[in-house]
């Protein structure tokens, strides 16, 4: 690969557009390399200038790195000059919140977001130091703000860092938004133009929101043996004081996971998803014989169960919490109430909606989609989850997923169970005995080449199969509303698409059948999660 003069001059630009020091000696000493003919530096420029960023599932995110492909203080300044911009031709006036997790940079940009915002005019107020997400969707909310900008790359590698976006009424951007801003921030002059003035005011809403988490838990049961991990991320100290301040005490957390660190020294990907990162966590559960294990992502928006089994500690899958969740809380909910997952989680939730007799909706992937289940507003939702670990379980104050909300919420269960001789186990067996095994998991595939998304997309629509598990399918192509591809036979699901977040094609297995059948429907899944990845391959 040579490098080409539009692509030099290119690069040249963006380093004298750029206020950082640093990073336009970082930029300046890649574009170097590349001018003297380093093949492999000509390729790194290439990528760090096939920017812009644009807003995926939950907003910007990218690697830590100079150039307009990239996190980096020139790109979170253009992009807040977008927002400011946008938000004042749509004449939404007023206070902007501004929060940030501990990664990497994360502390300088949200300084440089709440400076761009306060030249434009807004009202700014920062939340003290690092917090997650969620306190920063629930002060948007309770403080009236026309918007809230989060920096934080949630549970990607160390590597990342990213801009989540809040509106008002504390939901995060769906279309047009999405891209009227994007041309927005396209438009917005280079980086050292744009206005910065130091403005703000500190908007400490940690105990109001551990004010409101507390009144969440349905029951009186308290005894309870908790141990739990924020995984190197900033959910330690808040969920230890909602936890006590909800009456569980018994609580351990990880010491060597507790301090935020934004290296992730302990964990090969700071996802409670990914094997390996909970570990430690099963660990220590198993050692001070607990009843519950709990994982925070690093920003504390998801939340991971580990329960004790006769073979050992295991991690519940996001369905499985997703379905005792919703049961508990559908359980005192109002007849109109409404329940909702995406399309890629388990179908056990409609099953126990319409049981309950409670409305429930099947959205796109996202909470920015599922907060507006319903009438597109998610007028009288109660409770939403993803299968991605996420839960909203306090719609009406938090209205995207809340890590803390739900580990609150199943110690309140957990210790419910546990006060007449049951576990979440046995509750998760209740609902297989009433509505059948729901048997779910996931096969993905990574890429280096994100081109390679599309060609496996294109191929698997060009030629999709007859046929999975034994079972003649049926294919329903999403587009164009979504990029999502779903398969559907008897007593199987399966639908295909790319991740929002990382460089994946992800498919997402369902086999449904009778209890008595679970070791034929085990390996009905086994077989087909084999074929799916073959698939994908």
């Known amino acids: 690969m040579r490098l080409t003069p539009d692509l030099r001059d290119r690069a040249f630009r963006w380093i004298a557009d750029d206020p950082s020091d640093a990073d336009r000696a970082e930029?300046?000493?890649?574009?170097?390399?590349?001018?003297?003919?380093?093949?492999?530096?000509?390729?790194g420029l290439a990528d760090r200038m096939a920017g812009p960023l644009t807003f995926g599932t939950a907003g910007l995110r990218g690697p830590v790195r100079a150039g307009p492909n990239g996190m980096?203080?020139?790109?979170?300044?253009?992009?807040?000059?977008?927002?400011?911009?946008?938000?004042?031709?749509?004449?939404?006036?007023?206070?902007?919140?501004?929060?940030?997790?501990?990664?990497?940079?994360?502390?300088?940009?949200?300084?440089?977001?709440?400076?761009?915002?306060a030249?434009?005019?807004?009202?700014?107020?920062?939340?003290?130091?690092?917090?997650?997400?969620?306190?920063?969707?629930?002060?948007?909310?309770?403080?009236?703000?026309?918007?809230?900008?989060?920096?934080?790359?949630?549970?990607?590698?160390?590597?990342d860092n990213g801009y989540k976006l809040y509106l008002g009424d504390g939901t995060q951007i769906v279309p047009p938004a999405d891209r009227e801003i994007e041309a927005a921030i396209a438009a917005a002059p280079a980086a050292v133009s744009v206005p910065r003035?130091?403005?703000?005011?500190?908007?400490?809403?940690?105990?109001?929101?551990?004010?409101?988490?507390?009144?969440?838990?349905?029951?009186?049961?308290?005894?309870?043996?908790?141990?739990?991990?924020?995984?190197?991320?900033?959910?330690?100290?808040?969920?230890?004081?909602?936890?006590?301040?909800?009456?569980?005490?018994?609580?351990?957390?990880?010491?060597?996971?507790?301090?935020?660190?934004?290296?992730?020294?302990?964990?090969?990907?700071?996802?409670?998803?990914?094997?390996?990162?909970?570990?430690?966590?099963?660990?220590?559960?198993?050692?001070v014989d607990a009843d519950l294990a709990i994982a925070l992502d690093p920003d504390a928006d998801r939340c991971a169960l580990g329960v004790p089994t006769p073979d050992g500690w295991r991690m519940l899958s996001g369905d499985e919490t997703g379905a005792l969740l919703?049961?508990?809380?559908?359980?005192?909910?109002?007849?109109?109430?409404?329940?909702?997952?995406?399309?890629?989680?388990?179908?056990?939730?409609?099953?126990?909606?319409?049981?309950?007799?409670?409305?429930?909706?099947?959205?796109?992937?996202?909470?920015?989609?599922?907060?507006?289940?319903?009438?597109?507003?998610?007028t009288g939702l109660v409770y939403a989850y993803e299968e991605a670990l996420g839960h909203c379980c306090d719609p009406d104050f938090v209205r995207d997923k809340d890590g803390i909300s739900a580990a609150v919420l199943a110690c309140d269960l957990a210790a419910t169970l546990k006060a007449s001789g049951r576990t979440l186990l046995d509750a998760l067996d209740d609902l297989a005995r009433e509505h059948g095994l729901h048997l779910t998991r996931q096969v993905s595939v990574r890429v280096t080449d994100l081109d390679r998304i599309g060609s496996l997309m294109a191929a698997l629509r060009s030629n999709p199969p007859t046929e999975l598990a034994g079972a003649p399918v049926t294919v329903e192509d999403l587009l164009p509303d979504a990029d999502v591809l779903r398969l559907r036979g008897d007593g199987l699901r399966v639908i295909v698409r790319p991740s929002g977040t990382e460089p994946k094609v992800k498919a997402y297995l369902e086999v449904v059948a009778p209890v008595a059948e679970r070791d034929a429907a085990t390996a009905r899944l086994g077989a087909l999660a084999d074929e799916v990845a073959a698939l994908l391959s």
Do not use: C
Request: aromatic share 4%.
């Open 27 to 43: 930029l300046q000493a890649v574009l170097a390399a590349a001018m003297g003919g380093d093949a492999a530096a000509v390729a």
């Open 72 to 117: 980096n203080r020139a790109v979170v300044i253009r992009t807040t000059a977008g927002l400011a911009d946008w938000l004042t031709r749509q004449g939404r006036t007023g206070t902007v919140v501004v929060g940030r997790d501990a990664r990497h940079g994360s502390a300088a940009f949200a300084v440089d977001v709440a400076d761009v915002l």
């Open 119 to 159: 030249a434009a005019g807004f009202a700014v107020r920062v939340l003290p130091g690092p917090l997650p997400t969620p306190v920063l969707a629930f002060a948007v909310r309770r403080l009236g703000a026309v918007a809230g900008v989060q920096i934080t790359a949630s549970h990607n590698p160390p590597q």
């Open 197 to 287: 003035v130091s403005r703000s005011s500190t908007a400490d809403m940690l105990d109001e929101y551990l004010d409101r988490v507390v009144t969440l838990p349905r029951g009186s049961a308290r005894a309870l043996r908790v141990v739990a991990t924020a995984l190197h991320g900033v959910g330690a100290g808040p969920l230890s004081l909602a936890l006590h301040r909800a009456g569980f005490t018994d609580v351990t957390m990880v010491a060597e996971q507790t301090e935020p660190d934004p290296d992730f020294p302990t964990v090969g990907f700071p996802n409670p998803e990914e094997p390996g990162a909970t570990d430690l966590l099963l660990a220590r559960a198993a050692e």
């Open 326 to 378: 919703g049961a508990h809380l559908i359980a005192d909910a109002p007849p109109d109430a409404l329940v909702a997952n995406t399309i890629v989680s388990s179908s056990l939730l409609e099953s126990i909606a319409r049981a309950r007799g409670v409305r429930y909706d099947a959205t796109l992937t996202g909470f920015k989609w599922l907060v507006r289940a319903g009438d597109g507003r998610g």
